[in-house]
């Protein structure tokens, strides 16, 4: 689900002013830093005045101080006498007169004479910032954020030891170097793409999120904030593993345990940086063994938790990693989460809880499992939109593309990830696909079998590139599926991957839409200008080797040949790969942007396509949506508390 990069986001930007714009009242409202700093030293002042007045009102004032209940807050060094305290918290002058008068007076007196020192040692500062010059307090300002950023430094935590677990089988991480010269051929062919890739990216953009291959510098989507977290470093590692690149995977470690630093003041995407971070930092965990992983990743886990502060326990769409603070996508139905955000988080979190032994992680994912079993759906389908707030449906838009995807993807793996244990998350899965079978999957008239999306109880007769991923999802469900449907589902595979082959194939590019129809005679192409395009996207390779992983027939390597020559020759520039915005025109031009799931995935898929089947065996590894491998775990030997597994 990527979807947010895409769609019209209400990234909100702090106007900025020119210099000196707050000393014209017309100019906007906004102020800069120094002026909103002497502001509140005005204010300041003028409020410890206003408190100091009111103790030097008239004795017979009918004032009762401290009548807020807030006397602990605001003078907690002050002891009121023993009982003399009312439930509300207000301070009784009982007047018995003699020695608990003259206490009391003295007492007032020296309150009086504390706050006067303390009003005119604020006012005497106040006034000496006012005489400095706009430089000096800049200066001042800039001191003083330096101080708490090293203060902060030197306070950063030191991450507490994770305890030993015992680390799942390891297998398949192989050469799986392939005895046909043919296809050996090609699979070099891929890991020197994989080279190109990632030096442009080195050369360019190291440490940046993303690369722009033609500028050539550093790029950032808002799934990122304004964060420079290294995506493409950390996307790339395990592709970096499979691949041999072991030079190139040292460097890109070397950078994670220098630089990933997770205490940044980013707003980000849940989703994105778990399947990309999290999912990332712990494939390169299980598959090299370096601890770095496993402890960078759990720290990024933790700066998530706070997304799950809502009222119904559905995470935010974005979470600010240093203040938590959460919030959802301004476009989406009304502030709802996202079916393929909250429902994909499953693999990693539960991971994360076999890791550290910390339940938190596998009791957030059940709950969001737990909550949508409760809720009805409308034929049987899962609305793309739930509002976090009133846990209700938002807009009732169903589809198995962007918005909605890999959640029912999460579903099959988690069952696959569990030893095939998980039996509530595979029911809930196959339930989901009768209901997606029945209302969303049609033949076109020209006898390709495509899935549409529920609008409001209409069906929309188009399709995404996301969806293409479905072919794979199919075939990988297809054993044990019920009513010895795996035939069925093997065959629904192949029919998805052979109409988004066509969308390929109905291109001058050979490259495949990011959307097309099947209306008005209208056959797997693309319709509107905004759906031509295609960047580096992965979902119809990831199928082509679902497939061929189950069938071995071998249209589905000539058909990823054709997608890596097409990407070889169309979207490759000296600075990387680009993605392209018509596929159907012969002289495309490029969008600049080299994703990071174009090594996540793309290349990954690609190179899976042409190595033996003992490199990463599917009995051993389920892939998250990002492509990241994590291993199967044999729940019936762990503890995971609550699980309905360990039984
Ligand atoms: C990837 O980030 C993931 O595959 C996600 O699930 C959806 N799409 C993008 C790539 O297209």
New binding site residues.
Partial sequence: ???PALLPLSGRRIPTLSPGAASFPHHRATLRLSEKFILLLILSAFITLCFGAFFFLPDNSKHKRFDLGLEDVLIPHIEAPKGAKHPGGQVVIHGQGGHDEHRHREEEESLRDKIRVDHERALQEAKEKLRKSRDELRAEIQTEKSKVVEDLKKKKEVPKPLPPVPMPKVVGVNDGDSVEPDVKEKRDKIREMMKHAWDSYRQYGWGHNELKPLAKKGHSTNIFGNSQMGATIVDALDSLYMMGLHDEFKDGQEWIEQNLDFSVNAEVSV??VN??FIGGLLAAYYLSGQEVFKVKAVQLAEKLLPAFNTPTGIPWAMVNLKSGVGRNWGWASAGSSIL?EFG?LHMEFVHLTYLTGNPAYYQKVMHIRKLLAKMDRPNGLYPNYLNPRTGRWGQHHTSVG?LG??FY?YLLKAWLMSDKTDTEARKTYDDAIEAIERHLIRKSNGGLTFIGEWKNGHLERKMG??TC?AGGMFALGADGSPDDKAGHYLQLGAEIAHTCHESYDRTVLKLGPEAFKFDSGLEAVAVRQNEKYY?????VI?TYWYMWRFTHDPKYRQWGWEAAQAIDKYCRVSGGFSGVKDVYSSNPTYDDVQ???FL???LKYLYLLFSSDDLMPLESWVFN???HPLPVLHLANLTLPGSQAQR
């Avoid at 960047?535 to 979902?539: G, M, Q």
């Fill in positions: 689900m990527t979807t989703f994105e399947i990309r393929a994909t962007g995807d890999s993807e590139h996301l991923f960047i580096l996207r992965p979902e990831e994703q990071s799931f996540a995935e793309t949506t990002e492509a």
